[in-house]
C-alpha cells in the first residue's frame, strides 16, 4: 500500500508542538505553576518520553509571560569547557530571543567578562558566537555565566527559567562535584530564576540531589509517567480522520497496547501504520506494523546489548522473558544462570543505565521494544 503523496504523515517522531503535543496538560501546567511560583524542578522519565517536548512547550509558554527563558542540551557534553561553552551559548540564545540585531547587542554589552561576543550580519541575518577569553579557565567562565545571568535579570527586573536537558551527563565529567558546587552557589543567590533539571538516565539523575551533594534539597520533584489510552487512543483516531484515513477506536486501542503506552513507540508504530493503510487500519496491518518497528529499531538495540557483559547481558534477558519482584530468589537465578552476587551487581548496572525499572513491586525491561526484542531473538541469535 502506498503513501499519499497529498498528505504528510500526521504522527510526530521528533519534538512536539502544537497540534502535535499529545496532553500532558495536567504536567504542564505543574511544570509551569512551580516555575511562575519561583521554584525549581527535577522532571524525569525514561528516554523519548516527551520531556523535551514538554520543557520546550513551558519555554513558550513562559516566554509569553515575559519570563527569560534558556535551554541548554548536556546529552552530548565531553569536557568542563564543553559544558560552559553550552551554558554560555545557552545563555546568550536566551537573553537575544525576540530581540533585533541592535538591542541583542546592546543588551550584551559588557555582561560577560570572560567571553568575547561576536556578531555577524550577512544578508540581513545575524549570527551570534561567544569564545573565552585566554587565560581564562573553565570554572571562572562557568562563574562569570552564572554571576552574568543574575546580573541581567536583576537590572531589567525580569524573571528567567533555565532548562537544563539530560542534566545528569554532568556527573559522567571527572570536574563534577566542582561544577554541582558552582552551580548550587549561583543557583542558590538567584531568587528570580527557576531551574528545570531535566534528565533520562533517572538513578544518575536522583543521585545528583540526593544526600550529601550540592543540589539536595533545592529542587521539586516531577516525574513523567505514560500518557494514558484515554488521551492516546482519541488523538491517533484524529490523526488518521484529519487526513483522510479511518483508524478505529479499537484499533487506535491495540495500537497504544502493542507499544505498551511508551510514547515515542506508539507515536512511531502509528506513523508506520498510517505509511501502510490505504483506506482503514486493520489488525494485519498492526502486526506487520510492529514488525517494521522491531527492525528498525534493531541497530540501537544491537548496539545497547553489544556494550554489556555477559553477566549483565543474562539479567536484562532474564527479566526481559520473566519479569520478577524476586530477582534473587534462589530458583530464579538458577533457572537462568546467575549468581546473586552478579545479578545484584548487573541489576545496579542496569538501573543506572535506566535499562530496567522497578514497577508495580517488579523489576522489568523500561523499553518495551528491547523486551520484545530480546524475547523474539533468543539469547542465542542476538
Known amino acids: 500500500m502506498q503513501r499519499s ?66 535551554y541548554a542540551d548536556f546529552f552530548s557534553v565531553l569536557s568542563e569547557q564543553d559544558f560552559v561553552m553550552k551554558l554560555a551559548r545557552a545563555v546568550i540564545a536566551g537573553i537575544g530571543r525576540g530581540a533585533s540585531p541592535s538591542s541583542f547587542k546592546k543588551r550584551l554589552t559588557n555582561l560577560f567578562g570572560s567571553f568575547t561576543v561576536t556578531f555577524t550580519v550577512r544578508q540581513n541575518e545575524m549570527s551570534v558566537s561567544a569564545a573565552m577569553t585566554p587565560g581564562t579557565s573553565p570554572a571562572a567562565g562557568l562563574d562569570d555565566i552564572m554571576a552574568s545571568l543574575l546580573s541581567y535579570v536583576q537590572k531589567n527586573h525580569r524573571k528567567a527559567c533555565c532548562v537544563f536537558d539530560e542534566f545528569q551527563e554532568i556527573s559522567t565529567l571527572p570536574e563534577s562535584k566542582r561544577i554541582e558546587g558552582t552551580l548550587r552557589e549561583h543557583i542558590s543567590m538567584q531568587k528570580d530564576v527557576s531551574f528545570v533539571y531535566v534528565g533520562s538516565r533517572r538513578q544518575l539523575l536522583m543521585d545528583m540531589f540526593g544526600k550529601n551533594r550540592p543540589f539536595y534539597g533545592s529542587s521539586t520533584f516531577l516525574t513523567l509517567d505514560r500518557i494514558g489510552s484515554a488521551d492516546f487512543v482519541p488523538y491517533i483516531v484524529q490523526k488518521f480522520s484529519n487526513t483522510g484515513k479511518t483508524c478505529s477506536p479499537a484499533m487506535a486501542s491495540a495500537i497504544y497496547d502493542r507499544a505498551a503506552g511508551y510514547p515515542i513507540y506508539v507515536q512511531e508504530l502509528a506513523g508506520i501504520i498510517w505509511n501502510m493503510t490505504e483506506t482503514a487500519c486493520t489488525d494485519e496491518i498492526i502486526d506487520a506494523a510492529w514488525n517494521k518497528l522491531i527492525h528498525s529499531e534493531t541497530s540501537f538495540l544491537q548496539a545497547t546489548w553489544m556494550g554489556l557483559t555477559p553477566v549483565q547481558r543474562r539479567a536484562l534477558n532474564s527479566l526481559a522473558i520473566d519479569p520478577t519482584a524476586q530477582p534473587l530468589a534462589h530458583e530464579y537465578l538458577q533457572q537462568y544462570g546467575l549468581s546473586a552476587s552478579g545479578m545484584a551487581k548487573a541489576m545496579k548496572t542496569l538501573e543506572v543505565l535506566d535499562l530496567i525499572e522497578r514497577e508495580q513491586k517488579e523489576w522489568r525491561l523500561v523499553d518495551p521494544v528491547m523486551a520484545v526484542w530480546i524475547r523474539d531473538a533468543g539469547t542465542d541469535t542476538i
Open 5 to 70: 503523496s497529498r498528505t504528510s504523515n500526521p504522527f510526530i517522531t521528533t519534538v512536539a508542538d502544537g497540534a502535535d503535543f499529545c496532553d500532558r496538560t495536567k504536567e504542564l501546567a505543574q511544570l509551569e505553576n512551580l516555575v511562575l511560583s519561583g521554584q525549581s524542578v527535577v522532571l524525569s522519565s525514561p528516554r523519548r518520553y516527551g520531556k523535551t517536548s514538554l520543557t520546550r512547550r513551558a519555554i513558550v509558554l513562559l516566554h509569553e509571560q515575559d519570563f527569560l527563558t534558556v
